[in-house]
């Protein structure tokens, strides 16, 4: 059983010199800025979490299930991702000291515009892992709009409804493409943030713009019709 840690408990308790935690539920945490060192983080659930421009120092992750996890920008000396089962996890434009994950399963995730090369994977086993955005093909991203689609729609009911609203206020935040116009479901602005299905299109630019591969690729025709939500 994970207790579930918000980001402000996290911080709060991280300032007041806590620097293990261990069976906990992460999640929804958006931390910009934050110094981070000699932190263990131990059997616990890490899912859609963002760290922007955070400096990580002696930072163990010890047997964690994450999904969903980016840091942009920022660096990283003397980590250790052990036994952890990864998911959807992004690194961009960061900078690597001495990295390692080990024994890790890592699926859907990417280490992009980065000095990838000083990471040591050499012990984890990987399932569609990019480097460069010229690996990423239209075709990966059909299969991970899937995956991501599935894997949202049997999340609990709130953790659902938070991952939807999130979804769809970055389309808004960043400018993306309004699919949410073409989903009947939520036809008007009172009803945008509810459990209508996610369309394709959503999802599909969630996925673009945290590859940035919406310009890196020529995108075929879908086999999904635009307004097909995940059921």
């Known amino acids: 059983m994970h207790e579930t840690l918000t980001q402000k408990e996290f911080t709060d308790k991280y ?7 261990k069976d906990v539920l992460m999640q929804f945490f958006d931390i910009s800025g934050m110094k981070m060192s000699d932190l263990t983080i131990k059997n616990s659930k890490i899912m859609f979490c963002n760290f922007h421009n955070c400096e990580l120092k002696n930072l163990k ?9 980016s840091f942009y920008t920022g660096s990283a000396n003397e980590i250790l991702f052990d036994k952890c089962d990864i998911e959807q996890m992004l690194f961009d434009t960061f900078s690597f000291g001495r990295t390692k994950f080990s ?19 050499v012990s984890s086993s990987q399932y569609k892992f990019f480097t460069d955005l010229s690996q ?11 995956i991501i689609g599935h894997d949202i729609e049997r999340l609990d009911l709130g953790t659902r409804m938070k991952v939807k609203e999130m979804i769809r206020q970055d389309i808004d935040r960043f400018h993306l493409p309004d699919s949410s116009k073409k989903n009947k479901g939520y036809a008007n602005k009172s009803q945008k943030y509810d459990d209508t299905p996610l369309t394709y299109n959503e999802i599909k630019d969630m ?20 307004d097909r939500a995940y059921k």
Not at 61 to 69: E, M, V
Not at 103 to 121: H, K, P, T
């Open 207 to 226: 996925v673009e713009t945290a590859y940035g591969a919406r310009d890196t690729y020529k995108t075929k025709k879908s086999a999904y019709d635009a």
């Open 136 to 146: 990423v093909t239209a075709q990966d991203i059909e299969n991970a709009v899937k």
């Open 103 to 121: 024994s890790c399963n890592i699926r859907w995730s990417a280490i992009l515009n980065s000095n990838s090369s000083v990471v040591d994977m």
């Open 15 to 21: 300032n007041a010199g806590q620097r293990e935690f």
């Open 61 to 69: 992750i010890d047997n964690c299930t994450i999904f969903f996890l």
